[in-house]
């Protein structure tokens, strides 16, 4: 079980040119996993609040592509809440932390680089389910 110690914002390349900023991440080099899946949240309603779950498989990058939002996570024991706002830097979460996004500011593009395809299974959407596999997950 990973905690929060193993979260690392990773700085992205960047070829900053006249004509307009280039980044790009490619998988197993700038993170530690394969891409499964992509997906983003935009249009996101001021005060809204996504996320507010815990993965057991996915990995993940989230990267602030235009905007700013911040994520909160919390490993069971204590929470730490990162403000994204450059598209050259990712935010790598491992499986089996909790978290929620939110603060996000008008027109900000939330990318999100998943490790799995998409299964409700993965979810888990209730706090003291989670606690109990963080407990389980630890012995
Ligand atoms: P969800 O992950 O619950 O959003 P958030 O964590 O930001 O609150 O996803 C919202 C809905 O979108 C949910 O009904 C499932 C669906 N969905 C997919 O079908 N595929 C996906 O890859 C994702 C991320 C969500």
């Not at 070829?15 to 891409?35: A, C, T, V």
């Not at 935010?91 to 799995?116: C, D, E, H, I, K």
């Amino acid at each position: 079980m990973f905690g929060l110690e193993s979260i690392r914002l990773i700085d992205l390349p960047k070829f900053p040119d006249p004509r307009g900023n280039l980044s790009f991440i490619e998988q197993e080099n700038h993170i530690p996993f394969k891409i499964k899946r992509t997906y983003w949240i935009y249009d996101v309603p001021g005060g809204e609040v996504r996320g507010g779950h815990a993965f057991k498989e996915q990995q993940e990058l989230i990267v602030a592509l235009s905007g700013s939002f911040d994520v909160t996570v919390d490993d069971g024991k204590a929470m730490q809440t990162f403000s994204l706002n450059r598209s050259y830097y990712g935010l790598y979460l491992p499986a089996g932390l909790w978290r929620q996004m939110q603060n996000f500011s008008t027109n900000s593009l939330a990318l999100v680089l998943s490790s799995t395809a998409y299964q409700n299974e993965d979810y888990i959407h209730d706090y003291n389910e989670f606690l109990r596999f963080r407990r389980h997950g630890e012995k």
